[in-house]
């Protein structure tokens, strides 16, 4: 992402009720670096599927753009996507390559590897601040726990599935099913412990991710679309 984008800020106000602070397992959230031009990501773009239908797992795929001059220009790649994973190849001292899975935003694995990546989730350490994330007449409302440590914010939005018939590149030919495929993001200029937010369309899924100074999750929740999750 573009980093300058975002804003340090300290939550103010009160925390979550410690009821919903511990009403479900804490979060884990698996960002995906993929592209449809990489022919050893569709197995991590299964894998993901299959791991958020899990209660507490998040999951995001992230199209990078590195891939779109080998053949086939990926429709869902963005620039801003590559950056991201970047950033985390900075700080986590990895490499940049795909298909790429990080969790919680402090360990990196390849993202179709099951048992490098079951082991990671497992090994995962939780958020610290409770997020809560829900529809309201006027859009989205998001609550917080209240924190002294400097964080930044985003709102991802996410189409649920899609499928694409590739006609070049490594998967010329292939029918690819691909899910929680990221289509925008906002960052969030100015954090406090509840926010009124844009609505996003029923069809899509939304995620508040809440990072600290070394990208490391330390906030998640997710609102599912309303039809096709």
């Not at 050893?40 to 894998?47: G, N, V």
């Not at 929680?180 to 609505?199: A, E, F, N």
Request: proline share 7%; charged share 20%; aromatic share 6%.
């Amino acid at each position: 992402m573009h980093r300058r984008g975002f804003m340090k800020a300290t939550l103010l106000t009160l925390p979550l009720s410690a009821t919903r602070a511990h009403a479900a397992p804490p979060p884990v959230v698996l960002e995906l670096f993929t592209s449809q031009g990489c022919s050893s990501c569709p197995p991590a773009d299964a894998l993901l599927g299959e791991l958020v239908r899990r209660s507490n797992v998040i999951g995001l795929a992230w199209h990078v753009d590195y891939w779109n001059s080998l053949g086939w220009h990926d429709p869902y790649a963005r620039p801003e996507w590559t950056d991201r994973q970047k950033s985390y190849a900075k700080y986590l001292g990895g490499e940049v390559y795909t298909p790429a899975l990080v969790v919680n935003g402090s360990a990196m694995v390849v993202g179709s590897d099951t048992a490098a990546v079951r082991r990671a989730i497992d090994q995962a350490a939780s958020p610290s601040l409770a997020v809560s994330l829900r529809r309201t007449a006027s859009g989205l409302e998001a609550e917080t726990d209240t924190t002294t440590t400097p964080v930044t914010g985003m709102l991802v939005t996410y189409d649920p599935k899609q499928e694409t018939q590739v006609k070049g590149g490594e998967n010329q030919g292939r029918g690819l099913v691909e899910y929680r495929v990221v289509r925008d993001v906002t960052p969030l200029v100015s954090l406090t412990s509840r926010m009124t937010l844009l609505g996003v369309p029923n069809d899509r899924g939304a995620v508040l991710l809440l990072q600290d100074a070394s990208r490391r999750i330390v906030g998640a929740a997710e609102l599912l679309p309303d039809q096709g999750a």
